[in-house]
């Protein structure tokens, strides 16, 4: 168990719709990533957030967004869902984003649009 | 920008053999860091070893060794003694130290299959 967490682990939605993925960082990590992996593109990163700021953004379409909140947990909103959309999502948190320490990775989300 | 690159889309290795994975990164940088994290069938991401750059020593993580060569930026992975349970996707990730560059930047993997 890294000690990240993520709900829910499995999403099937339509196209078009909304979804929201929720993560919950270790205790005490400060930084909070986001990537995308699907089965064609690898592991994408689409963003990054430090202490409630948004430190790095990758290749994130602009129908997702994400934030980080007070208490350091953050969501990933994706929104009008195309069927292109279906893949794993993780979230990864580390205590300082940067400075080379350890990214920990949560289980992932998987999402189904169909 | 940073990228990873990882040539090998898959290997296979006989148990308790040795296999090394290879990987290439480009960086105008000159202080970062280097990753392999493995895949398993779970699809969890685990951390299997970690090199800074400043480092001149490779690292190691008991059957887990890389051979990082800065000038040429590679940054290699030999398995020794592979084990079954070693059979995942393995990828190669860069980070970087400043600011936007702090994010980790993955290869796109290698998948290692372990022969019994």
């Known amino acids: 168990d890294s000690g990240v967490t993520q709900t829910p682990k499995h999403l099937i939605t339509a196209t078009g719709q909304r979804v929201t993925l929720r993560c919950s960082p270790r205790?005490?990590?400060?930084?909070v990533y986001w990537y995308q992996q699907s089965l064609d593109q690898g592991l994408q990163f689409l963003i990054q957030?430090?202490?409630?700021?948004?430190?790095a953004k990758g290749n994130i379409l602009e129908r997702f967004s994400a934030q980080q909140f007070p208490d350091l947990h953050s969501e990933l909103n994706l929104s009008s869902l195309e069927l292109g959309d279906s893949a794993l999502y993780f979230c990864?948190?580390?205590?300082?984003?940067?400075?080379?320490?350890?990214?920990?990775f949560g289980q992932g989300t998987r999402l189904t649009v169909v | 920008a940073q990228t990873v690159t990882q040539s090998q889309p898959e290997m296979s290795v006989q148990e308790a053999e040795t296999v090394t994975l290879s990987c290439t990164y480009d960086?105008?940088?000159?202080?970062?860091?280097l990753f392999w994290y493995k895949q398993p069938p779970s699809r969890q991401m685990i951390l299997v070893i970690r090199?800074?750059?400043?480092?001149?020593q490779n690292a190691t993580e008991n059957r887990f060794s890389v051979n990082f060569q800065k000038a040429a930026k590679s940054f290699s992975l030999k398995i020794s003694d592979s084990q079954l349970g070693d059979t995942a996707m393995y990828f190669c990730?860069?980070?970087?130290?400043?600011?936007?560059?702090?994010?980790?930047?993955f290869g796109k993997g290698i998948t290692l299959s372990v022969r019994p």
């Open positions: 990864a948190s580390s205590v300082d984003g940067g400075l080379g320490t350890e990214a920990f």
């Open positions: 205790s005490g990590d400060l930084s």
């Open positions: 957030y430090y202490n409630g700021e948004e430190r």
């Open positions: 960086t105008s940088e000159n202080n970062y860091y």
């Open positions: 090199q800074e750059a400043y480092k001149q």
């Open positions: 990730a860069f980070m970087g130290l400043s600011g936007a560059n702090s994010k980790l930047t």
